[in-house]
């Protein structure tokens, strides 16, 4: 089982993203996926998650910003970040989670990790 992120980078305040995290290995279907974010010296939140019926979830900080979306027919799990600003500066990881209980927003429900994209918003 492995999650690979790309599509990290640097812009600037008001710019675009779009974040991809391949999976290798795994029961992609069956499982909610997410996007974690950290900054350093915070600890890591919750961006967007997606689950098996494709609902999707944001926090208030990111939602009509950030869309999570997956192409199951390629394994493919995607964050599209609009209207970026320098607080969005983070390493992005994108995760998955064979089973939920309570909130989708704790990391340690969440048993596989990719390594992490960094993402830099400069005003």
């Known amino acids: 089982v492995q999650l690979v992120e790309s599509g990290g980078g640097s812009v600037q305040t008001g710019g675009s993203l779009r974040l991809s995290c391949a999976t290798f290995?795994?029961?992609?279907?069956?499982?909610?996926m997410g996007w974690f974010r950290q900054a350093p010296g915070k600890e890591r939140e919750g961006v967007a998650a997606i689950d098996s019926d494709g609902t999707t979830t944001y926090p208030d900080s990111v939602k009509g910003r950030f869309t999570i979306s997956q192409d199951n027919a390629k394994n493919m799990l995607y964050l599209q970040m609009n209207s970026l600003k320098p607080e969005d500066t983070a390493v992005y990881y994108c995760?998955?989670?064979?089973?939920?209980?309570?909130?989708?927003?704790?990391?340690?429900?969440?048993?596989?990790w990719g390594q992490g994209t960094q993402v830099t918003v400069s005003s």
């Open positions: 290995g795994y029961i992609y279907t069956s499982v909610c």
């Open positions: 995760a998955a989670a064979g089973i939920i209980i309570g909130s989708v927003w704790v990391p340690s429900q969440y048993n596989c």
